[in-house]
């Protein structure tokens, strides 16, 4: 391997690490919270997912995200 493979695979794993995410998302049962925050990654508290079903994104994420979309 030299390097322009090396950059090819950490695009490659890179790229895929982002697919993987949003397949994931996508194959969330409607209603079910994540565990994890779909934007940085932090742990969603179990509260949190409890009084909001179906949160994807931390406390943070989701106040950026409304600010960002309109209240999405
Ligand atoms: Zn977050």
């Known amino acids: 391997m030299d390097e322009g493979d090396v950059a090819k695979d950490y695009a490659d794993r890179h790229n895929r690490s982002a697919i993987d995410r949003v397949l994931a ?10 565990e994890v925050c779909i934007d940085c990654g932090d742990e969603i508290p ?6 909001q079903p179906g949160s994807t994104r ?8 409304e600010r960002l979309e309109g209240g999405m």
């Open 25 to 34: 998302e996508a194959r969330r049962p409607v209603g079910l919270s994540l």
């Open 46 to 51: 179990a509260e949190r997912r409890e009084k």
């Open 58 to 65: 931390c406390v943070e994420c989701q106040a950026v995200h």
